[in-house]
């Protein structure tokens, strides 16, 4: 069965860091495109970050340059950096596959930046 586990999420005054892990199983995972997305109370969940297979990556435009995706296929894990931190990036972090989530979601992780 395909999972997804998300991990490394906590609270950080804005302007700093956190660096999330996720660790995904039962998927051919150097295959797969996988991203990052997020839900924040009463907004839709949106794509911050994905990445192909071949390591292109993309951003969403509001964590463009603070953001950065990454994969360890060795490992089955993509992983998402995040720097300068800001309040609107509080919200539950997912990964799943990108362009198109066709896994079920997890837990996600949740990442609470504090002014």
């Known amino acids: 069965q395909a999972q997804l586990v998300e991990s490394g999420g906590g609270l950080v005054q804005a302007g700093g860091s956190l660096g999330l892990s996720c660790a995904a199983s039962?998927?051919?995972?150097?295959?797969?495109?996988m991203g990052w997305y997020r839900q924040a109370p009463g907004k839709q969940r949106e794509l911050v970050a994905g990445?192909?297979?071949?390591?292109?990556?993309n951003y969403a435009d509001s964590v463009k340059d603070r953001f950065t995706i990454s994969r360890d296929n060795a490992k089955n894990t993509v992983f998402l950096q995040m720097n300068n931190l800001k309040p609107e990036d509080t919200a539950v972090y997912y990964c799943?596959?990108?362009?198109?989530?066709?896994?079920?979601w997890g837990q996600g992780t949740q990442v609470t930046v504090s002014s």
């Open positions: 799943n596959n990108y362009p198109i989530p066709m896994m079920n």
């Open positions: 039962g998927i051919i995972f150097s295959l797969k495109g």
């Open positions: 990445i192909t297979g071949n390591g292109y990556t």
